[in-house]
């Protein structure tokens, strides 16, 4: 039975917590913010203290996963060393790995249909994870000719495209049902093909 009154501390987390459990279990379009109030253990009226409604909660989940989505990026990416080529390849394995390990916040994030761009708090750390890989780009691109540099931007969407399109084709389920080889195997060969046809890397 749910309470009038919070015991466990920060209700704001318990909230996020219970809905990233929620959306586990049903996906991120079928829970209610009552079902997130009551696994958190407390009263339908609880969470209005802190969301609007079920989308900002289900927006806040989405900004606390890109933020640490963004750090993970970033730690992979580790100032480029001892290359850029392969500091690349490893966010990319960082990118399967998050959507593995935290699949309620990967779904809050991507699958969702949020509209990033009307919540400022939320585009900003959306856009810190991309930043992220715009960077890596360009580190890849400095032993270039400038004018014969692909835009890094491009390049870090389509890289981030091929990322997802691979966790939701060969990341999920049993290995080895879709493909013969393992998602990072899958997504590392689709990397190198591409920036090889871009002329980034030579063959």
């Known amino acids: 039975m749910a309470r009038d009154s919070y015991h466990h ?14 959306i586990e279990q049903k996906g991120p379009m079928a829970f209610t913010l009552a079902e997130a109030a009551r696994q958190a253990g407390v009263s339908a009226a609880a969470p209005y203290r802190h969301f609007a ?5 289900l927006e806040e989940v989405a900004r606390v996963g890109f933020l640490d989505f ?19 390849l490893r966010m990319g394995e960082a990118y ?15 699958e969702s249909g949020l509209s990033i761009a009307g919540n400022a ?36 969407h389509h890289i981030w495209a091929m990322s997802h399109g691979v966790v939701e084709l060969f990341g999920r389920g049993r290995p080895g049902s ?19 046809g871009l002329g980034v890397i030579p063959d």
Do not use: C, W
């Open 70 to 88: 963004a750090e993970r990026l970033e730690t992979a990416f580790a100032d480029g060393k001892p290359s850029p080529l392969s500091a690349l």
């Open 121 to 156: 708090d939320l585009a900003a750390a959306a856009e810190r994870a991309e930043d992220a890989l715009t960077r890596a780009a360009e580190a890849l691109f400095q032993r270039l000719p400038p004018d014969r540099r692909p835009p890094s931007g491009m390049v870090a």
């Open 178 to 196: 879709r493909a013969p080889i393992s998602a990072s195997e899958m997504l590392e060969s689709g990397v190198l093909i591409y920036l090889r």
């Open 96 to 110: 399967l790995t998050y959507a593995a390990e935290k699949p309620g916040y990967y779904m809050a994030m991507f």
């Open 9 to 22: 501390g920060n209700l704001r987390q318990a909230l996020i917590e219970a809905t990233v459990g929620l």
């Open 53 to 57: 409604g079920r989308e900002q909660l």
